[in-house]
């Protein structure tokens, strides 16, 4: 397009100048003033249609004036709207392109904090796997500690039976009696830990899906933002959405959004390492159990042995008492036997002595002397009565002590039946059920 002053100089030169720089021509009528006059009626109405020149050409420049004003402007606003479109364009392109690396940044965090928590999530699913697996171990120990404290209140009821004198409070109840208590307390101790280990699981899902809705929301805000980032002008799904310009009101900020993610791993790491420390002590605690168990059943079964030797040892002691009170009932009978053979062997003497007194009683007269054969008879048949009255006491003695003898020999039997009782419950009936020796692997909970 030509310039405009271009435009103007091809016209009329008049036209070009100024309207002051005309010269002005004056032309003088005569005039009729009178009111009568036919001239000046004519002449009045002539004049009130017509311009003077002057102002013709005023005319005409005011027109060529706005002319260039309105080409001059119009040229300048044209330019101005090339400028401006090129600079809206210019902007445009560079706040998208900002848009695009925003875009691209926040992917990124989104990204990032996406990964933390996947990773967070992956590691409390494994954690919580390993705590079920102890807390399957607890429960197995548990079930374990059932067979060892059955045996020993078993063992307790079964030595009730014992009979007197052997019914004591000896060493090995006692060590049964801490055996039972110590199964008492470790399966209260294995049952607390149980209740702790499942509320740490309870824990360990109720933040691993609170991350896992983290992760969601994450998922879904990368496709969003991904999606978004592959739009471009060319894009065939685009329009007009004017009331999304704005920020809502529950939005948040970039840092409390980071602080969000940051707490909700902070937390899950927390309890995963609260996992971490239970796992241990649970291992602990099954170690720790299972040799105080096989300690204090090493005790019992101690204090059972050397019972049962000390038994052992009564046993044979009263089994010699006993072979020595047979031996001497057989020869108390034997002697027993002697001494009535022996008062029976008296009798005859005795009738003889006492026949020859007898006899002799009947002599006649004088013959009736007191000589000295009677008096040997008499002292014969007194000596023949002491000696049957001293062998019937000795009879009777022997006979007291046979007695004896046979209680005795039946105290000691009763007492070896007692203490065979007693071996039998101690050794038979307690320490063969005692012989259990998967119980260790089983109270570490690696058994069924």
């Not at 080409?71 to 210019?90: H, I, P, S, T, V």
């Not at 046993?315 to 027993?336: C, D, V």
Request: hydrophobic share 35%; with cysteine.
């Amino acid at each position: 397009m030509a310039h405009p002053s271009a435009l103007l100089s091809q016209g009329p030169a008049p036209q070009a100048l100024p309207a002051s720089h005309l010269p002005v021509r004056v032309c003088e009528v005569a005039r009729n003033t009178g009111p009568d006059s036919s001239s000046g009626l004519a002449m009045a109405s002539f004049h009130t249609t017509k311009h003077l020149l002057h102002e013709w050409h005023q005319s005409n420049a005011h027109l060529y004036r706005e002319a260039f004003t309105s080409c001059e402007q119009a040229q300048r606003g044209r330019a101005e709207a090339k400028e401006l479109a090129e600079c809206a364009a210019a902007t445009a392109q560079r706040t998208q392109q900002d848009s695009m690396t925003s875009l691209g940044l926040r992917l990124q965090d989104i990204h990032f904090w996406k990964a933390e928590l996947q990773k967070e999530i992956e590691d409390l699913e494994a954690e919580t796997g390993l705590l079920a697996a102890q807390k399957l171990r607890l429960e197995r120990a548990l079930d374990a500690t059932e067979v060892p404290y059955t045996i020993a209140t078993d063992n307790l009821k079964c030595r009730e039976t014992r009979q007197p004198p052997d019914l004591v409070s000896d060493e090995v109840e006692g060590e049964l009696l801490k055996e039972a208590e110590l199964i008492r307390n470790i399966q209260e101790l294995l049952k607390r830990t149980l209740t702790q280990a499942a509320n740490q699981m309870r824990l360990n899902q109720d933040h691993k899906e609170i991350c896992e809705m983290d992760w969601s929301d994450k998922v879904e805000t990368y496709n969003i933002d991904d999606k978004c980032g592959r739009y471009s002008n060319q894009s065939t799904n685009i329009q007009f959405h004017p009331h999304s310009v704005k920020f809502e009101e529950s939005a948040s900020t970039p840092e409390t959004w980071a602080k969000f993610s940051h707490d909700n791993i902070y937390r899950a790491e927390q309890e995963k390492l609260a996992s971490i420390s239970l796992r241990a002590l649970i291992d602990n605690i099954l170690h720790d159990v299972s040799e105080d168990l096989r300690m204090q059943s090493a005790a019992v079964n101690e204090a059972f042995a050397k019972h049962c030797e000390e038994l052992d040892d009564a046993k044979h002691k009263l089994e010699h008492h006993l072979k020595n009170i047979l031996k001497e009932i057989g020869e108390q009978e034997a002697n027993i036997a002697a001494l009535k053979q022996t008062i029976k062997d008296k009798e005859a003497p005795m009738k003889v002595a006492q026949t020859r007194l007898y006899d002799r009683s009947f002599r006649p007269n004088v013959e009736l002397c007191r000589d000295e054969a009677q008096f040997r008879l008499i002292s014969e048949v007194e000596e023949l009565t002491e000696s049957v009255e001293s062998l019937k006491k000795k009879l009777l003695e022997s006979e007291q002590s046979l007695r004896n003898l046979e209680d005795t020999r039946m105290n000691l039997e009763k007492e070896i039946a007692v203490k065979t009782n007693s071996i039998f419950i101690d050794r038979q009936k307690c320490m063969a059920h005692r012989t259990h020796d998967s119980l260790i692997l089983k109270l570490a909970g690696y058994q069924q």
